[in-house]
């Protein structure tokens, strides 16, 4: 967890005034908020070391915009999020997930889920956070970050228009598309899983 | 709530439940390496996007000066054969020519 005790605001005027000691303690400091977020967003082949310094480059390149309206790891959240949110859009391709694709404990997951109507864990927790990962990999980035920020995170609308820059209305039809999606691949995917 | 849905939330719940165990710290050298990176990057101006700008605003008007010296290549070089504008019907007819 971040330093509780840390001075962001003598930080970064150290920053401002170009000292790489400051530098390098607030990217110690902001780290875990990053990765976790880059975690959550990450594309397929993509490093997460790799988005996380890109991310840490743009909030220096930018901290000159910073006004202090929000706490300063907000305003890192959101331009982590944005990145994460570009790097999606940048793979245009999304290959079609098929039965075949899920391995044997991912297809166990999704068969129990499928065909068990009562409200218990549907098994494996690593193999339904790869079946859930790969789930949201068929949705369009946009979509993906809100399902990803409202069902996994359980952020609420208003923090995910503060974490976005989207407005509450696109949020909500952005979720209702993303799981009306989701609704079709688990149709699809039994049907596949029939024939 | 429909099955379909009900099976999404099943599934994210389950999700949720994961504790993620992988460390949260950077990795030995990154902080350094960004740190040196962004503090040797050459400090943005407020102009830098100006310039940006300006430089393909500049290329884009090279473009259309050529296109249009190109296309309107006719009408500089004096030819007015069909040039409706300086027609004279009335000296046509009186042969005034």
Not at chain 1, 17 to 34: M, N, S, T
């Amino acid at each position: 967890m971040a330093d509780e005790t840390f001075d962001v605001a003598s930080c970064l005027d150290r920053v401002r005034a170009r000292d790489q000691a400051a530098a390098k303690a607030l990217v110690e400091h902001l780290y875990p908020l990053v990765i976790r977020i880059v975690r959550a967003h990450l594309p397929r082949r993509v490093a997460e070391e790799d988005l996380a310094q890109d991310i840490f480059l743009k909030m220096f390149t930018r901290l000159g915009q910073y006004q202090g309206n929000v706490p300063f790891p907000h305003w890192v959240s959101r331009i982590a999020v944005t990145t994460c949110i570009d790097q999606l859009r940048a793979q245009k391709r999304r290959p079609e997930l098929r039965w075949a694709d899920l391995s044997e404990t991912e297809a166990e997951v999704l068969d129990n889920v499928l065909s068990d109507t009562r409200d218990e864990a549907p098994g494996d927790g690593l193999a339904t956070r790869e079946l859930v990962a790969k789930l949201l990999g068929q949705l369009k980035p946009e979509d993906r970050t809100v399902i990803q920020l409202l069902d996994l995170e359980q952020k609420s609308i208003a923090e995910i228009s503060a974490l976005t820059g989207w407005g509450q209305s696109m949020i909500k039809v952005r979720a209702f598309r993303a799981r009306r999606k989701l609704q079709r691949l688990f149709q699809e995917l039994q049907q596949k899983e029939k024939s | 709530m429909s099955t379909d849905d009900r099976t999404w939330q099943k599934l994210a719940a389950a999700a949720r439940a994961v504790r993620d165990e992988r460390d949260l710290a950077a990795p030995y050298g990154f902080s350094t390496r960004v740190a040196a990176l962004a503090m040797t990057a050459p400090v943005a101006s407020p102009w830098a996007l100006f310039e940006k700008f300006a430089i393909r605003g500049l290329i884009a008007a090279s473009v259309f000066g050529v296109a249009a010296v190109a296309f309107g290549y006719g009408a500089w070089t004096g030819d007015h054969e069909n040039d409706v504008a300086s027609y004279d019907a009335v000296a046509d007819v009186l042969d005034l020519t």
